[in-house]
Every structure is written in C-alpha cells, then in structure tokens.
C-alpha cells in the first residue's frame, strides 16, 4: 500500500514538473508582440498529378492574399511567410509533408485540403498539437477528426444536402442515379445525397463508384441507363466528370446531370461543348454579382492570369483563409502572447466570427461551418445562377 502511494505521488509530480516545464517553454517564448521575424506556417496543397488543376489555382489565391495583406503592413508589422508542401492528393505524400510542417518546419498552423489529405493528417496534427485548418476539403467526417483538425469550409452535408432537397422539392424529380469517384470525398458526398434525396421522398434507383484511374464508365453508365433514372448526380472530380457526361451523352442518355463545386469549373464546359447545357453545380461562395470584391478578385485573375481561376469558389475560400491567418496572429499580438499552436488555436475560438472579404461571414461552431448555398447551371455556355438555398 505504501509502494502505491509512493508510486502515485512520484507520477503526480513528473506531472506537475512536466506542465511546470511547459509553462517555463510558453513564458520563456517571446510574444507576438516583441517578435520581429516573418510569420510562418503551412500550406499543404496537390501541386502536381490529377488535381494540380485546382491545387495550384488555390495556392495562387492564397499568395495574392499574402501579397495584399503584406502591402498593407502584415500583422503588426511583421509579414506572412507561407511554406508551401505538395499532397500530391496522395494521403502518404500528404502525411510525409505534415510530418515535415511539424517536424523539421515547427510550425504551428497549417492549412491543408482534399478530404484523404485531410483525414490522413489528422493523427499527426492531434498528436504534434499542430492547428489543422481545412480550406476547401469537404467530407463530413472532417467534423470529427480530434481537437486540432478545424474546417474553414462547409462540408458535404451544407451543399450536397442542399442540392439533393432542391433536386426533390423544387425540380421535381422522384428518381435518381448516384455515380461517384471511389475516393473520400466521392463516397461521402454520394452518400450525403442518397440519404438527403430519399429522406425528401425520391428514390435512389442506381448507385454506382468507380475507380479514380477509370477512362471508361460504359460499365456503370449502363446500369444507369437501365434503371429509369430522371436525373444524374456525378460525385466526382473535375478531371473525370467532362468525361462521365460525354460518355453519358454518347450513349444516348439525356438526364439532367448535377455535381458539387468541383463542376463549377470553367474547364467543364471548354471541354463538353454543348453537352454541358443543364449541368448544376454547388457554390459555396457569392459570386461577382452578390458581393463587388469578387468582380474585382475576378478582374484581377484575368489581368494577372489571363483567365478565371479553376474553381473559382475554392479559391475564394483560399484567399480569404490566408485573412483568417492574419486575424488569429494578430489576436495574439493584441494579447501578448507567444505564436503557439494552442494560443493559435485559442484565437480561433475566441474571435469564432470573422467577416471576411470573398466569402463573407464565417461563424466556427464547434468543428462545423454554415453557408449559403448557391445552386449554378450551365445555360449557353456559362454559368449562372438557378438558385440560393438559405
């Protein structure tokens, strides 16, 4: 008995000696304020292979960020310094470039997407207390992903529940096909509009995945062919779904397609031609004529870029993270403190609402966001808007 009560008091003060230890390590670190170097974090974002499309575009609007934010004197005269990493959209690459943001970078914060990436990290963000911060990822599982995973992006029970509901209630349609990438966010989104879809009173009469590496769909085009379907949810990517609609318009079938935002994507109806007339897609995000800083980040793309950014919603969402970035540093700032990840972290709950300047409004409750949903069609040959789900 003496032994155990030895032994437990032996642990009670490596315990009180560790968090003694770590309060010296946070007093010892100077604070926001008196620091003088650049402020640096991450950014983790697929760079090359099949999604350096939209990757490298949200990389894009994250450096056209700094470089305002920069302009106008940083935060509290100190700039912003992003690393950049390349996922590859690979989760293996993806967790190897977290590990050297936390690692070898030490960096406190970084911003990361695509649902695997997401979720791969995770473990590694919990564990290192590295502030994750989910920018464009859009698997509702990224909800419940540990105390250190925090998403800046609605997920897919925001838009896709929406469009699933509109596609009942409003365009009324009973009966519908499912196809979906065979990824994260592909079978998440497709499940999210199953179970939305037939809660409203429609049937899901097909319900098909295919692999990420697929040229040919015949096999599950078929199938929706066959099944009587009045319309058709493609849960892909933009690098498959041009071809999932022509290969559906080949063989003669002439529903209504919809998709989430990765089809709101210029590209899409450059490479469909008049096979995209019809086509809904979700944004999450004002357009040009909601809010007059998006015609102007828009004006700006086509003077610096020569076009529209790819995914013009998710790199509204980029941009106005690299905002958030600068709102948590310079909370710490205000309030004396050292540049941790759970002052950081602290920051972010504590401010909870940030008026941002292409997204708007942006309310952190708990691990969730809410927004608007913008549902956009393809009517000759460019977007417009069908609708806005509240």
Do not use: C
């Not at 290969?247 to 990765?262: E, I, N, T």
């Not at 031609?273 to 004006?299: F, H, M």
């Amino acid at each position: 008995m003496k032994a155990s009560r030895q032994k437990r008091t032996s642990i009670a003060k490596a315990a009180g000696a560790a968090a003694a230890m770590a309060a010296m390590l946070a007093f010892s670190l100077p604070s926001l304020a008196q620091d003088k170097g650049p402020i640096r974090f991450g950014s983790i974002m697929p760079l090359s292979g099949k999604s350096a499309l939209f990757g490298s575009d949200q990389v894009k609007a994250e450096q056209m960020a700094l470089k305002d934010i920069n302009a106008a004197g940083g935060v509290g005269g100190r700039k912003l310094e992003m690393v950049t990493l390349d996922s590859r959209a690979d989760p293996q690459v993806g967790i190897s470039a977290f590990n050297r943001i936390a690692g070898v970078e030490h960096l406190p914060m970084s911003l990361v997407s695509w649902s695997d990436i997401v979720k791969a990290t995770a473990p590694i963000a919990n564990r290192d207390k590295v502030l994750a911060l989910n920018v464009g990822a859009n698997s509702p599982d990224i909800a419940h992903l540990g105390d250190w995973v925090y998403t800046l992006y609605p997920l897919a029970d925001v838009d896709i529940a929406a469009l699933a509901k509109y596609t009942h209630d409003k365009l009324k349609k009973d009966k519908a096909a499912v196809l979906y990438i065979n990824n994260e966010s592909g079978k998440a989104g497709a499940e999210v509009y199953r179970k939305v879809f037939q809660k409203a009173g429609g049937k899901v009469v097909a319900y098909e995945g295919y692999d990420p590496t697929a040229t040919d769909y015949t096999g599950v085009l078929l199938k929706v062919r066959s099944s009587g379907a009045q319309i058709v949810h493609i849960q892909g990517l933009v690098a498959d779904l041009p071809h999932v609609i022509a290969q559906m318009r080949q063989l003669g079938m002439q529903q209504r397609v919809s998709s989430y935002a990765a089809g709101y994507n210029p590209k899409v109806i450059e490479q469909l031609g008049k096979a995209a007339e019809g086509l809904i897609v979700t944004s999450l995000a004002p357009g040009a004529q909601d809010n007059p800083n998006v015609a102007k980040y828009i004006a700006r793309w086509k003077k610096e870029e020569g076009r529209v950014p790819n995914g013009l919603p998710y790199t509204q969402y980029t941009y106005d993270a690299i905002h958030v970035v600068a709102k948590l540093y310079g909370w710490l700032a205000q309030k004396k403190l050292p540049a941790t990840s759970e002052n950081l972290r602290k920051a972010l709950l504590d401010i909870k609402v940030f008026d941002l300047p292409l997204t708007g409004k942006l309310v952190i409750d708990g691990h969730r966001v809410n927004k608007p949903v913008f549902l956009m069609t393809v009517k000759d040959g460019k977007f417009v808007q069908m609708a806005k789900v509240e």
